[in-house]
């Protein structure tokens, strides 16, 4: 029994010597737009709570609301995603609104 060569079967898993086939298939399955590639991107659905806010209203309980901001990472500017919606005399909101933010 011959003992396989080693060598060839490195370079026909291989992909350019180093990075592996398996390694490379997310970015072959890029899709371009107009001759540029698009890297892909993945989602998180965010979700947003608070529990025991300080309450800075005198007379009832604090109305909070949510704003939702992401820093470019091309620059220092943060842009707004979105906000919540305002729950009224409540120390321990549970938000309706989700957040769906998409990154590479």
Avoid: H
Wanted: aromatic share 10%.
């Amino acid at each position: 029994m011959s003992s396989p060569n080693w060598s060839q079967n490195y370079s026909n898993n291989m992909s350019s010597g180093y990075v592996s086939t398996e390694m490379m298939a997310p970015f072959q399955a890029m899709d371009t737009i107009g001759g540029n590639a698009v890297l892909p991107t993945s989602q998180i659905e965010m979700t947003l709570s608070c529990r025991n806010l300080i309450n800075k209203d005198i007379l009832s309980k604090s109305d909070p609301f949510c704003l939702v901001q992401m820093k470019d990472s091309w620059s220092e500017k943060f842009n707004e995603i979105g906000r919540t919606e305002t729950i009224t005399d409540n120390l321990n909101p549970e938000w309706v609104k989700k957040f769906v933010i998409s990154y590479n």
